[in-house]
Every structure is written in structure tokens, then in C-alpha cells.
DNA sequence: AGAACAACTATACCTACGTTTGTAATGCGC
DNA sequence: GCGCATTACAAACGTAGGTATAGTTGTTCT
């Protein structure tokens, strides 16, 4: 139904941001086509769509990616579709192009996060410069993802005493207060304290406390400066 | 030379955002004051120039403003003047106002940070809504930087070598590592460790590495999964 | 019923951390 | 030359952190 084409992957150069899919969402059949081969001609793997619908419906494999969005499309716009998108926590970054854009479209765009707006007629060499700014940009997000997304599921090896020590350990409350705070024995808390230790692999303290950074953890008493 | 009016600062009514600056590069004389106006009246601080080497000449207060920006301005234009406050590291949030902008325009302004870009006409309520989400962003922004600025002071009061334990210690190294590190004595360590906690206000551990992560220190070797 | 685990505590012991008091050499500014 | 900050260490002491061993409940899964 639509050129769905996991190209030459293996093109014999190594070129930059291989193994990244450029989705393409492009109403208009030849321009859709040209961009297929446009990218497939570099070494990136390309899937097009001819509506943002398609898009939607098909499932987002979980690698790194980019979109090259048409503004102007039938059904969802192009804009709205960037809505949709950061409102289901899709956060592919996006390259528009458009034939018959202004302003205005390309400020909301911009506000709404998009890497880039082009105005065809574009060269080849400033959309393939907008996708490597964004495949860069998405490998970047998904690598900070992964390292949150590892942490939380240390984290949640944890029994919830564990998690409740390590996160008054992490405002930087003594043992004894820990204890007082759980309604424990001091000893209890030293023991989970070892656990969470173990558990989350942090080789010292200040590795513990960068990782509930990370987290975003602390428990509400403030202390920072 | 051009109008600095430092309008009416008590006006009975407790405008958001008071207090801010809201600088104007406008070379149109009637535009310029009748922008001055509009902050004016609901009570904003205006500071307008004609041209953008003049603002660069007058030094600017040290308080949260932003800047309303024509694009189209005789010398520098808005968006070279963008380029070079960005170099000189002035952070100051700019709303591009232009009556012949095209898209490029924007989308270079938008890459370069701009809070918004309106081309003319546009409502009053939407530079005025931009111009709020300026000085707001302005106001956070400068609160980050004073909290970097206060800490960097109080870790300059430490002696070199006490600055060298604490990066140590950031690192997540015991006292006997850090004394092997540094060629000291243990006891030397615990000395000027308890010095650092207290010069820097610290009231924990946890505390003193968080102050590490703000002030991006932590000595070469690795250690965060 | 029995295994497995979470939660909790105690005794004992060892290491790490932290402070106080005191000593001493070096170097800088006035 | 005097004062002062910095660097450096020692002895002594007290507190905090951490582990091992061992034991009690209670729940849940099988």
C-alpha cells in the first residue's frame, strides 16, 4: 500500500547514522518517492506513509529515528499530527517540509520542538543535514532515556522499605534519623541500607545520590542551597 | 537620543512579571514608541534603541528583561544581533517582531532560541503574552545561574588543596584513597574534608554532592553506570 | 504443610568518618 | 620582621557506617 522499504542496509560504506530510520509521512506519491530514494541513496533506512493516520496505526519500531513531516497533508495536518505525537509521548524529532507554508506554521513547528522547516524547493544536502542534526539529536534522548530506564528498573528490585531508606538516605539524613523517621531500629536501617546498595550496584555514596538525581528521587523535607 | 523611559513603577495595579525590563531595537520611531506604550501601560519597564549597536554600547542592568527584536534594522540586523549576543553570552530571551520576515527568517531565529516570532500586524495580546513568557523564561534562567554563581563562590574560598579533596570525594573515594591520590596523610584528608563541609555550607554528604553535580566538578575517573 | 521471602531485631565487631588539640614548616604581604 | 593563610601531620577520642550471625513473625505461593 505504501513503499515500505527497509533498504540496502549493507551498502559496503559506513556512512554516518547507518541503522537510523528516516519516516517519511508525504501525501504527494513522487515526492514521496524522490525522498525514499534521497535517503536510501545515503544508507539510511527509509518507511513512508502517505497520511499521519498510517502512521499512527503502524507500530514505531523502537530505534533511532527522525521524521520528515509534510506540513499540508489530507486528514491530520502535519502540525496537528506534532501534537498528537507529543501528546502520546512520542518524542521522534521532527523535519518539516512544506510547499505553501508561512510564519506562523513555521513558529509553532519550531515552539513545538521540530528540528527543522524547509520551504521547497529545498536542496538535497539541507534535508540530509536536517536528518543527521535529528537522528543525533534522537540517539542523544534515547541513550538518557536508557540510562533512566535502567536505574528505575534497579530501583524497583527494591523492596518498598529498601526504596524508602534509600530515598531519606539520598536528603542526606543520618542512620539513626532514618530510623526515627520509619519507626525502625537503627540496625534495621543499616541492613537495608547494605541491600540498596547491593542492589542498585552504586560502588560508594556519592553514587547512590547522583543516581537518585537521576531518578529524580528525594523525599520532600528540603535541604539544598 | 531615544526615549529610556522608566515608566510609571508604582501604577496602583500589581502587574505579572513587574519590575522587568523589556528592551526594544526598533529603527521605526512611531513603532518604537508605540510599543513603549503598550509595555508601559500595563506596567513593564521599557528601555528602546534604534539600532542594535546601540544597545550593545549602553550597558545593561543586571535584572530579568527580554528583548523585543525588529528584524529589519539598519547596520546589524535583528538576526546577526541575535548571533552576536549569543557570543558575547548575553542570554537575554528575544521576541523578533517583522513586517517582511519570510520563513528561513524564522526558522534560523527559533534555532537560535527566539521565544517567538510575530510578523506585523499582529494583536497586542499576543506580543504581550510573548513578552511574558520572555521575562519568565528570563527569570528562571537567572535564578539557575545565581544558584551556579553562589556555589562556584563559596567553592572558590577553598583552598587548592581542599578544592582537590572535594572533587575526590565527589568521586565517591574513602579518605585512605584520597590520602594515596594526593600523597597525604589520612588525618590530613579528614581535616581538610571537614573544612569543605563546612565551607561550602554543607549539611551532608548528600548535599555536598549534589553542590558537585551543579558545579559539573568531579575529578577524571569514572564511575556512574 | 513446607518453601521462600519480606520485614524486623539483637549481639558483636570492625572500619570509616570526624573533631579537637597541638605542632611545625613554608611563603606571602606590608 | 610580624602576622596570617596554607599545608601538613600526630594522638586521642567519639560517632557513624557496615557486615556477619542468628533469630522471630507474617505472607504468599505451591
Redesign the interface.
Same mark, same amino acid.
Given at each position: 500500500m505504501n513503499e515500505r522499504s527497509n533498504s540496502q542496509r549493507e551498502g559496503s560504506r559506513a556512512e554516518a547514522s547507518a541503522n537510523a530510520i528516516v519516516f517519511i509521512v508525504e501525501d504527494d506519491v513522487s515526492m514521496r518517492r524522490s525522498l525514499t530514494n534521497l535517503f536510501q541513496s545515503v544508507g539510511l533506512d527509509v518507511v513512508a506513509f502517505g497520511s499521519a493516520r498510517e502512521m499512527l496505526q503502524s507500530k514505531l519500531p523502537d530505534v533511532v529515528s527522525c521524521l520528515v513531516l509534510d506540513v499540508r497533508l489530507p486528514g491530520l495536518s502535519g502540525l496537528e499530527f506534532q501534537t498528537e505525537l507529543a501528546k502520546s509521548n512520542i518524542h521522534i524529532p521532527i523535519i518539516f517540509i512544506t510547499g505553501h507554508? /508561512?510564519?506562523?506554521m513555521? $513558529?509553532r513547528a519550531?515552539?513545538g520542538g521540530a528540528v /527543522?522547516?524547509l !520551504?521547497k524547493p529545498f536542496r538535497d544536502q539541507e534535508l540530509l543535514d536536517a536528518v543527521i542534526a535529528a537522528t543525533e539529536r534522537d540517539r542523544k534522548r534515547r541513550a538518557a532515556e536508557q !540510562?533512566v530506564v535502567?536505574?528505575k528498573s534497579l530501583f524497583e528490585t527494591l523492596s518498598p522499605r529498601e526504596q524508602a531508606v534509600m530515598k531519606l $538516605?539520598?536528603?542526606?539524613?543520618m542512620n539513626k534519623q532514618i530510623a526515627a523517621e520509619l519507626g525502625l531500629a537503627e540496625i534495621t536501617v543499616k541492613i537495608y541500607r547494605g541491600h540498596v546498595m547491593k542492589k542498585m550496584?552504586a560502588?560508594?555514596?556519592? /553514587?547512590l545520590?547522583?543516581?537518585t538525581?537521576t531518578l529524580g528521587l528525594r523525599a520532600n523535607r528540603p535541604?539544598?542551597?
Open positions: 507554508g /508561512d510564519i506562523p513555521s $513558529v519550531m515552539k /527543522d522547516f !520551504t !540510562t535502567n536505574l $538516605v539520598a536528603t542526606g539524613l550496584r560502588r560508594s555514596l556519592a /553514587d545520590i547522583r543516581m538525581e535541604e539544598q542551597t
